[in-house]
């Protein structure tokens, strides 16, 4: 995937991960979508290095992944900042 793709499946993904942790966050909804992004990245990470597979594409499970990885990124960046 092109490097436009991973940013529009991140922001997807910090939307989705935004819906299931609602609530205010530090930086609000622009911080939320960039730990989306961020969250593709380690989730894609963590799911090869756990042999769950692999954010290859616009799949579903691709995007399970991604969104995992964007709740573990929220959930650390709302423990950190309070």
Request: glycine share 20%; net charge positive; hydrophobic share 60%.
């Amino acid at each position: 995937m092109g490097i436009i793709a991973w940013i529009v499946f991140g922001l997807l993904a910090g939307i989705v991960a935004k819906l299931i942790m609602p609530g205010r966050d530090p930086g609000g909804l622009i911080v939320s979508l960039i730990l989306g992004v961020l969250g593709a990245i380690v989730g894609g990470w963590i799911g090869t290095a756990l042999g769950f597979g692999t954010v290859d594409g616009f799949n579903l499970g691709s995007f399970a992944i991604a969104v995992l990885g964007a709740i573990i990124l929220l959930g650390l960046y709302r423990i950190v900042k309070k």
